[in-house]
C-alpha cells in the first residue's frame, strides 16, 4: 500500500464548479500534513496546511480526519487559474522526512 | 514567500559524468532538503541535512550521491557517474522553523545524454 495515496484524476470541471480531492495515508504516525499545488515544470508551492479543526481560505477548504486517516481538499467556484496538480503532503516528524501522494490533475475550463 | 534559490536552472550532462547542484535556503536555516522529480511522475525525497550532518535519507539516495555544505550559505547535491535514469528535476526545500511545511527552489532540471 502506498504510503499517501490520492485521487487518481485527471478532473475536468467548467469553471464555477466545485470539486474535492481526496487522500489516504498509511502511517498514523504521521504528524503534519498539507496541500501543495504544482503548475507544470514548477516547483510545488504551499497551498495550505491541513488542521483537525478543518480550515479555510478563501474558495479553499482543507480537512484532516485522524481516526480515518483521511485529508481533503475542496474548491469551490473554481477558476481557470486554478488548473494545476495538487499535492497531498504528509509530514513523520520520526522520519524527518515529508511524503509526496502521486498528485491529481486538476482542469478548470470555460 | 521564503526565497529558495537554486543553480543551475538545467544542465545536461553525459552519462558518466559529474555534476553538482546548488541551492542556497532560506537565511539561517540549518534544515533543508532534496527531492527529486522524474519526468510525470511523483516527488520522491532523496536526504534530510541538519546541521552539516545528513539526517535521513531515501534508498535512492545510494552511494552515488552526496550532500555538502561548502561554505555558510550553499548546499550542494552531488552526483557521481551519473546514469541515463538520473534525468528528472532536484528540488531543494527549506522547512519552516517546525521543519514541517517545506519552501521549495524553482529546482534544477538535470537531463542526461
Known amino acids: 500500500r502506498k504510503e499517501v495515496e490520492q485521487d487518481p484524476g485527471p478532473f475536468n470541471v467548467p469553471e464555477g464548479a466545485t470539486v474535492a480531492f481526496n487522500c489516504t495515508y498509511s502511517?498514523?504516525?504521521?504528524?503534519?500534513f498539507f496541500w501543495y499545488r504544482q503548475d507544470c515544470r514548477k516547483e510545488p508551492k504551499l497551498l495550505m496546511s491541513v488542521y483537525s479543526s478543518g480550515n479555510e481560505d478563501g474558495r479553499f477548504t482543507a480537512q484532516l480526519n485522524r481516526a480515518s486517516q483521511y485529508i481533503s481538499l475542496l474548491i469551490r467556484d473554481s477558476k481557470l487559474s486554478d488548473s494545476a496538480t495538487y499535492l497531498c503532503v504528509v509530514y513523520n516528524t520520526n522520519a524527518g522526512k515529508s511524503t509526496f501522494g502521486d498528485g491529481t490533475t486538476l482542469t478548470v475550463k470555460p | 514567500e521564503p526565497e529558495v534559490t537554486q543553480t543551475p536552472s538545467h544542465q545536461v550532462t553525459q552519462m558518466g559524468q559529474e555534476v553538482i547542484l546548488r541551492c542556497v535556503p532560506i537565511s539561517n536555516h540549518l534544515y533543508f532538503y532534496w527531492y527529486r522529480q522524474i519526468l510525470g511522475q511523483k516527488v520522491e525525497f532523496l536526504v534530510s541535512?541538519?546541521?552539516?550532518?545528513?539526517?535521513?535519507k531515501s534508498e535512492i539516495f545510494d552511494d552515488q550521491f552526496s550532500v555538502e555544505r561548502p561554505d555558510g550559505s550553499n548546499f550542494t547535491l552531488k552526483i557521481r557517474s551519473t546514469k541515463l535514469e538520473d534525468s528528472a528535476m532536484y528540488f531543494c526545500?527549506?522547512?519552516?522553523?517546525?521543519?514541517?511545511?517545506?519552501?521549495f527552489g524553482q529546482g534544477t532540471r538535470l537531463t542526461v545524454v
Open positions: 526545500a527549506s522547512p519552516s522553523t517546525r521543519k514541517t511545511e517545506a519552501f
Open positions: 541535512f541538519y546541521n552539516n550532518e545528513i539526517s535521513e
Open positions: 502511517n498514523s504516525a504521521s504528524q503534519s
